[in-house]
Protein backbone atom coordinates (compact mmCIF):
# COMPACT_ATOMS: atom_id res chain seq x y z
CA UNK A 1 0.00 0.00 0.00
CA UNK A 2 2.72 2.05 0.71
CA UNK A 3 4.54 1.42 -2.48
CA UNK A 4 1.01 2.53 -4.12
CA UNK A 5 1.00 5.61 -2.43
CA UNK A 6 4.10 6.72 -3.32
CA UNK A 7 3.80 5.88 -6.84
CA UNK A 8 0.99 8.00 -6.67
CA UNK A 9 2.53 11.16 -5.14
CA UNK A 10 5.60 10.70 -7.75
CA UNK A 11 2.73 10.56 -10.53
CA UNK A 12 0.88 13.38 -9.45
CA UNK A 13 4.13 15.62 -8.73
CA UNK A 14 5.30 15.02 -12.29
CA UNK A 15 1.74 16.29 -13.87
CA UNK A 16 1.59 19.45 -11.61
CA UNK A 17 5.19 20.03 -12.66
CA UNK A 18 4.30 19.33 -16.05
CA UNK A 19 1.49 21.75 -16.14
CA UNK A 20 3.85 24.28 -14.86
CA UNK A 21 6.20 24.05 -17.95
CA UNK A 22 2.60 24.29 -20.16
CA UNK A 23 1.36 27.06 -18.09
CA UNK A 24 4.78 28.92 -18.66
CA UNK A 25 4.22 27.94 -22.75
CA UNK A 26 0.87 29.18 -22.75
CA UNK A 27 1.60 31.72 -25.34
CA UNK A 28 -1.04 34.71 -25.41
CA UNK A 29 -1.48 37.31 -28.31
CA UNK A 30 -0.34 40.55 -28.36
CA UNK A 31 0.27 43.09 -30.92
CA UNK A 32 3.29 45.08 -30.95
CA UNK A 33 2.77 47.58 -33.62
CA UNK A 34 4.48 50.56 -33.29
CA UNK A 35 5.04 49.87 -29.42
CA UNK A 36 8.12 51.05 -27.38
CA UNK A 37 8.94 48.15 -24.82
CA UNK A 38 9.33 49.27 -20.98
CA UNK A 39 10.83 45.54 -19.33
CA UNK A 40 13.82 45.72 -18.14
CA UNK A 41 14.33 41.95 -17.07
CA UNK A 42 17.06 40.17 -18.20
CA UNK A 43 15.61 36.96 -17.79
CA UNK A 44 14.19 35.52 -21.52
CA UNK A 45 11.69 33.51 -19.80
CA UNK A 46 9.62 37.14 -18.40
CA UNK A 47 9.00 37.75 -22.51
CA UNK A 48 7.18 34.42 -23.19
CA UNK A 49 4.39 34.97 -25.60
CA UNK A 50 3.16 35.26 -29.27
CA UNK A 51 3.64 38.58 -30.64
CA UNK A 52 2.09 39.85 -33.74
CA UNK A 53 2.68 42.91 -35.93
CA UNK A 54 1.81 45.14 -38.72
CA UNK A 55 4.36 47.13 -41.20
CA UNK A 56 4.62 48.97 -44.40
CA UNK A 57 6.81 49.12 -46.92
CA UNK A 58 6.94 52.33 -47.57
CA UNK A 59 8.98 52.31 -50.81
CA UNK A 60 7.25 49.40 -52.45
CA UNK A 61 3.49 50.34 -50.39
CA UNK A 62 3.20 46.82 -49.46
CA UNK A 63 1.90 45.58 -46.06
CA UNK A 64 3.04 42.96 -44.02
CA UNK A 65 2.34 40.73 -40.88
CA UNK A 66 5.28 40.58 -38.22
CA UNK A 67 4.37 36.68 -36.64
CA UNK A 68 7.30 36.36 -33.64
CA UNK A 69 7.01 33.97 -30.53
CA UNK A 70 9.02 33.21 -27.11
CA UNK A 71 9.03 29.95 -25.87
CA UNK A 72 11.03 27.79 -22.97
CA UNK A 73 12.32 24.30 -23.85
CA UNK A 74 15.35 22.58 -22.29
CA UNK A 75 16.96 25.47 -20.42
CA UNK A 76 16.59 27.61 -23.36
CA UNK A 77 14.87 30.27 -24.69
CA UNK A 78 13.49 29.69 -28.00
CA UNK A 79 12.42 32.91 -30.40
CA UNK A 80 10.48 32.37 -33.86
CA UNK A 81 10.06 34.98 -36.10
CA UNK A 82 9.18 35.66 -39.85
CA UNK A 83 11.69 38.78 -39.56
CA UNK A 84 9.22 41.19 -40.66
CA UNK A 85 9.31 44.28 -37.76
CA UNK A 86 6.44 45.91 -36.14
CA UNK A 87 7.42 48.92 -37.51
CA UNK A 88 7.37 50.64 -41.16
CA UNK A 89 10.64 50.28 -43.25
CA UNK A 90 12.20 50.27 -46.23
CA UNK A 91 11.71 54.63 -45.93
CA UNK A 92 15.23 55.52 -47.07
CA UNK A 93 15.87 57.50 -50.44
CA UNK A 94 16.97 54.38 -52.19
CA UNK A 95 14.91 51.34 -51.85
CA UNK A 96 16.32 48.24 -51.00
CA UNK A 97 18.02 45.92 -52.87
CA UNK A 98 16.92 43.44 -52.22
CA UNK A 99 12.73 42.67 -51.76
CA UNK A 100 11.34 41.88 -47.83
CA UNK A 101 10.40 38.70 -48.03
CA UNK A 102 9.19 36.65 -45.11
CA UNK A 103 11.82 34.52 -43.80
CA UNK A 104 11.14 32.26 -40.80
CA UNK A 105 13.84 31.67 -38.30
CA UNK A 106 14.11 29.88 -35.41
CA UNK A 107 16.77 31.47 -32.74
CA UNK A 108 17.74 29.57 -29.24
CA UNK A 109 19.68 31.20 -26.10
CA UNK A 110 20.21 29.97 -22.68
CA UNK A 111 18.14 30.42 -20.18
CA UNK A 112 21.29 31.34 -17.43
CA UNK A 113 24.15 33.17 -19.51
CA UNK A 114 27.43 32.99 -17.67
CA UNK A 115 30.62 35.56 -18.44
CA UNK A 116 32.76 33.46 -20.55
CA UNK A 117 37.00 33.33 -19.86
CA UNK A 118 37.79 34.85 -22.91
CA UNK A 119 35.44 36.86 -25.47
CA UNK A 120 34.08 35.15 -28.84
CA UNK A 121 34.49 37.88 -31.52
CA UNK A 122 31.84 38.65 -34.18
CA UNK A 123 31.75 37.13 -37.36
CA UNK A 124 29.89 36.58 -40.76
CA UNK A 125 29.48 32.98 -40.08
CA UNK A 126 27.04 34.00 -36.87
CA UNK A 127 24.08 36.44 -36.47
CA UNK A 128 24.43 38.56 -33.58
CA UNK A 129 21.23 39.01 -31.66
CA UNK A 130 17.67 38.92 -31.87
CA UNK A 131 15.19 41.97 -30.93
CA UNK A 132 12.05 41.61 -29.17
CA UNK A 133 10.78 42.50 -32.12
CA UNK A 134 11.48 39.37 -34.18
CA UNK A 135 14.24 41.40 -36.23
CA UNK A 136 17.91 40.47 -35.92
CA UNK A 137 21.13 41.96 -35.40
CA UNK A 138 23.71 41.23 -38.00
CA UNK A 139 26.44 44.30 -37.38
CA UNK A 140 29.27 43.27 -39.84
CA UNK A 141 29.05 44.17 -43.24
CA UNK A 142 30.44 41.61 -46.26
CA UNK A 143 32.48 44.50 -47.63
CA UNK A 144 36.27 45.37 -47.85
CA UNK A 145 38.61 48.03 -49.33
CA UNK A 146 40.31 46.53 -52.55
CA UNK A 147 38.49 43.12 -51.90
CA UNK A 148 35.78 42.09 -55.01
CA UNK A 149 35.14 43.03 -58.67
CA UNK A 150 33.58 46.55 -57.70
CA UNK A 151 35.05 49.48 -57.84
CA UNK A 152 37.99 50.91 -54.95
CA UNK A 153 35.95 52.59 -52.46
CA UNK A 154 32.25 50.90 -53.65
CA UNK A 155 32.69 47.19 -52.76
CA UNK A 156 29.60 46.42 -50.86
CA UNK A 157 30.22 42.41 -51.20
CA UNK A 158 32.51 39.45 -51.56
CA UNK A 159 34.62 40.09 -47.69
CA UNK A 160 33.74 37.00 -45.67
CA UNK A 161 35.63 35.73 -42.71
CA UNK A 162 38.35 34.15 -45.15
CA UNK A 163 39.45 38.11 -45.35
CA UNK A 164 39.21 38.54 -41.50
CA UNK A 165 43.02 39.77 -41.79
CA UNK A 166 42.00 42.58 -44.00
CA UNK A 167 42.15 45.67 -41.92
CA UNK A 168 39.79 47.94 -44.00
CA UNK A 169 36.38 46.42 -43.82
CA UNK A 170 33.38 48.89 -44.49
CA UNK A 171 30.95 49.78 -41.33
CA UNK A 172 27.14 49.91 -42.46
CA UNK A 173 26.68 52.61 -39.78
CA UNK A 174 29.39 55.04 -41.19
CA UNK A 175 27.41 57.76 -43.17
CA UNK A 176 30.43 58.12 -45.70
CA UNK A 177 29.36 54.78 -46.31
CA UNK A 178 25.78 53.75 -48.77
CA UNK A 179 24.57 50.00 -47.79
CA UNK A 180 21.05 51.28 -49.05
CA UNK A 181 19.63 50.96 -45.25
CA UNK A 182 16.53 52.65 -44.24
CA UNK A 183 15.75 54.92 -41.15
CA UNK A 184 16.10 52.08 -38.91
CA UNK A 185 19.65 51.11 -39.90
CA UNK A 186 18.34 48.17 -42.05
CA UNK A 187 18.19 46.71 -45.08
CA UNK A 188 17.85 43.01 -46.56
CA UNK A 189 19.39 40.14 -47.50
CA UNK A 190 19.89 38.30 -50.58
CA UNK A 191 17.42 35.86 -49.09
CA UNK A 192 14.63 39.21 -48.02
CA UNK A 193 15.49 38.88 -44.43
CA UNK A 194 15.03 42.47 -43.24
CA UNK A 195 17.86 42.76 -40.43
CA UNK A 196 19.75 45.86 -38.60
CA UNK A 197 22.98 47.36 -38.33
CA UNK A 198 22.89 49.18 -35.11
CA UNK A 199 20.42 51.07 -33.27
CA UNK A 200 16.69 50.18 -34.33
CA UNK A 201 15.18 53.72 -34.15
CA UNK A 202 12.33 51.68 -32.67
CA UNK A 203 11.25 49.47 -29.53
CA UNK A 204 12.45 52.33 -26.71
CA UNK A 205 12.12 55.64 -25.87
CA UNK A 206 14.45 58.43 -27.80
CA UNK A 207 12.97 61.41 -27.29
CA UNK A 208 12.18 62.19 -23.33
CA UNK A 209 13.19 59.42 -21.75
CA UNK A 210 12.00 59.38 -17.87
CA UNK A 211 13.52 56.56 -16.85
CA UNK A 212 16.24 53.82 -17.71
CA UNK A 213 15.95 51.69 -21.40
CA UNK A 214 14.17 48.79 -21.47
CA UNK A 215 15.45 45.35 -22.81
CA UNK A 216 14.98 45.34 -26.11
CA UNK A 217 16.91 42.19 -27.60
CA UNK A 218 18.83 39.26 -26.63
CA UNK A 219 22.43 39.22 -27.77
CA UNK A 220 23.56 35.24 -29.32
CA UNK A 221 25.12 34.62 -25.89
CA UNK A 222 21.93 35.20 -23.56
CA UNK A 223 22.51 38.28 -22.34
CA UNK A 224 20.57 41.17 -22.90
CA UNK A 225 20.29 43.93 -24.88
CA UNK A 226 19.17 47.25 -23.74
CA UNK A 227 18.64 50.71 -25.02
CA UNK A 228 20.60 53.81 -24.25
CA UNK A 229 19.97 55.14 -21.32
CA UNK A 230 20.98 54.30 -17.63
CA UNK A 231 20.16 56.42 -14.41
CA UNK A 232 23.12 58.09 -13.51
CA UNK A 233 22.54 59.31 -9.88
CA UNK A 234 19.07 59.74 -10.25
CA UNK A 235 19.94 61.55 -13.90
CA UNK A 236 18.78 59.80 -17.06
CA UNK A 237 21.62 60.09 -19.44
CA UNK A 238 23.05 57.80 -22.60
CA UNK A 239 25.73 55.25 -22.17
CA UNK A 240 29.11 56.22 -23.88
CA UNK A 241 31.24 54.11 -25.89
CA UNK A 242 34.65 53.46 -24.92
CA UNK A 243 35.80 53.39 -28.28
CA UNK A 244 37.82 56.53 -30.32
CA UNK A 245 38.78 57.17 -33.95
CA UNK A 246 42.37 57.10 -33.73
CA UNK A 247 44.21 60.17 -34.87
CA UNK A 248 46.01 60.83 -37.69
CA UNK A 249 46.27 59.28 -41.11
CA UNK A 250 45.86 55.53 -41.89
CA UNK A 251 48.64 53.20 -41.50
CA UNK A 252 49.82 52.27 -45.34
CA UNK A 253 49.60 48.64 -45.73
CA UNK A 254 51.30 48.12 -49.41
CA UNK A 255 50.12 50.13 -52.46
CA UNK A 256 47.47 52.86 -51.85
CA UNK A 257 47.00 53.06 -55.49
CA UNK A 258 46.83 49.01 -55.72
CA UNK A 259 44.01 48.61 -53.23
CA UNK A 260 45.85 47.54 -50.10
CA UNK A 261 44.80 50.60 -48.37
CA UNK A 262 42.49 53.15 -48.59
CA UNK A 263 44.50 55.92 -47.04
CA UNK A 264 42.98 59.31 -45.74
CA UNK A 265 42.41 59.75 -41.80
CA UNK A 266 40.58 57.60 -39.77
CA UNK A 267 36.96 58.95 -40.01
CA UNK A 268 35.22 56.34 -39.15
CA UNK A 269 34.17 54.23 -42.78
CA UNK A 270 36.01 51.57 -41.53
CA UNK A 271 35.37 49.59 -38.28
CA UNK A 272 39.25 49.13 -37.77
CA UNK A 273 39.09 52.69 -37.78
CA UNK A 274 38.63 52.69 -34.49
CA UNK A 275 39.99 51.75 -30.89
CA UNK A 276 39.71 50.82 -27.95
CA UNK A 277 40.25 52.66 -24.86
CA UNK A 278 39.64 51.39 -21.15
CA UNK A 279 37.19 53.17 -18.96
CA UNK A 280 37.21 56.01 -21.47
CA UNK A 281 33.63 55.55 -21.58
CA UNK A 282 31.03 53.65 -19.57
CA UNK A 283 31.69 50.70 -21.44
CA UNK A 284 33.98 47.49 -21.64
CA UNK A 285 35.32 46.41 -24.85
CA UNK A 286 32.18 43.97 -25.96
CA UNK A 287 30.00 47.15 -25.60
CA UNK A 288 28.41 45.45 -22.26
CA UNK A 289 28.75 46.61 -19.03
CA UNK A 290 26.90 45.31 -15.09
CA UNK A 291 24.71 47.61 -14.41
CA UNK A 292 22.36 47.08 -11.20
CA UNK A 293 24.09 43.98 -10.57
CA UNK A 294 23.47 42.53 -13.93
CA UNK A 295 25.64 41.76 -17.10
CA UNK A 296 24.08 43.15 -20.21
CA UNK A 297 24.80 45.35 -23.76
CA UNK A 298 23.90 49.06 -24.55
CA UNK A 299 23.09 50.76 -27.99
CA UNK A 300 25.00 53.16 -28.44
CA UNK A 301 25.59 56.73 -31.06
CA UNK A 302 28.88 55.81 -31.55
CA UNK A 303 31.07 52.79 -32.50
CA UNK A 304 30.58 49.63 -32.04
CA UNK A 305 26.86 50.63 -32.03
CA UNK A 306 25.60 47.56 -30.03
CA UNK A 307 28.07 45.04 -29.36
CA UNK A 308 31.40 44.54 -30.88
CA UNK A 309 32.08 40.76 -29.20
CA UNK A 310 30.51 38.48 -26.84
CA UNK A 311 31.00 38.35 -23.43
CA UNK A 312 29.44 35.05 -23.15
CA UNK A 313 29.60 31.71 -25.52
CA UNK A 314 27.02 32.32 -28.79
CA UNK A 315 24.42 29.29 -29.24
CA UNK A 316 25.15 27.68 -32.35
CA UNK A 317 21.76 28.81 -33.21
CA UNK A 318 22.50 31.71 -34.34
CA UNK A 319 25.22 30.15 -36.78
CA UNK A 320 24.52 31.05 -40.31
CA UNK A 321 23.83 28.34 -43.15
Known sequence: MKQIL???????????????????????EIDITGKELTNRSEKCTDYINTYTSTAKDINRNKDFYGEFSISASNGKCVFTSNSIPNHNFNDGENKFANKTKKVTETFEITKTPVLANITTSLSLKRDNAIMLNGVKLDLLAAACYGVGNEPLGSEKIGCNDN?????????PMSPTNNFGTDTHNAHTQPDGAYHYHGNPNALFDQTN???????????????????????????????ISSYRLKSENRNALGSEEAGDFPGGSYDGQFRN???????????DECNGMTHNGTYGYYVTDSFPWVLNCFKGTPDTSFDKH
Open 273 to 283: DYEYVEASGDL
Open 6 to 28: RFLCLVITIIFASCGELDKNNLT
Open 209 to 239: PTAESPVIGFAADGFPIYGSYISDNGTIRKV
Open 163 to 171: WNDKAWRYD
